[in-house]
């Protein structure tokens, strides 16, 4: 998914604001009213947008998303920017106990935070024993191969990818309705995640 940042703005460079909310040409002393002068200074303000538009390969529509990268296990993944997020606290390793095994980002595409798409590493391998699920072969933009086997039950989509070597991959919990609106930006976000520990 190749990002772009959209900073727009509109050049005033041939007027100049002065009192009395009018704006005079400096070339000539043409009074634009107003209302105009409000027009040109609201596009002048527009914002530039945060994080990166890309097209989705499943529609080609136009996404605005957000990019997350992961310190510990270095790993990004690209999210739709109207989702919420949860980045792990994984536990630290103290005499008593072993550091946590896995770490990574919840990803929410509404407000139950029961429903819920987690991509994350791992120190061991992830399982591939899911008995029942339909399987499929699966490639990210960065040519990394990758295993998702997809399940139902009860009216809830269970989804699991295991990518390249089996220390990278993401798991999904979500209502059968919430998995239909929002297929084609779960697939994209399992397609942008890039592990860094493989450069």
Not at 115 to 138: A, C, F, L, S
Not at 155 to 179: C, E, P
Request: hydrophobic share 30%.
């Amino acid at each position: 998914m190749k990002g772009i940042t959209l900073p727009i703005h509109v050049r005033l460079s041939h007027y100049k604001f002065i009192a009395h909310n009018v704006i005079h040409r400096e070339d000539d002393n043409d009074v634009i009213p107003k209302k105009i002068a409000g027009i040109l200074l609201v596009l002048s303000l527009i914002f530039t947008v945060t994080g990166c538009a890309s097209k989705s390969e499943n529609g080609g529509a136009e996404m605005t998303s957000y990019h997350y990268k992961d310190v510990r296990f270095d790993f990004t993944v690209d999210y739709p920017s109207e989702w919420m997020i949860d980045v792990d606290s994984p536990a630290e390793a103290t005499e008593v106990q072993e550091a946590s095994p896995t770490g990574g980002v919840k990803l929410y595409p509404g407000n139950d935070k029961s429903e819920r798409i987690y991509v994350y590493g791992q120190n061991g391998h992830i399982g591939t024993d899911y008995p029942g699920y339909e399987h499929d072969k699966i490639k990210t933009e960065d040519g990394v191969s990758g295993d998702l086997y997809i399940g139902e039950a009860d009216g809830t989509m269970y989804l699991n990818l295991v990518l390249g070597d089996g220390f990278y991959g993401a798991n999904a919990n979500i209502s059968k309705d919430q998995y239909k609106k929002n297929e084609k930006s779960i697939m994209n976000i399992f397609k942008s995640i890039k592990i860094h520990g493989n450069e």
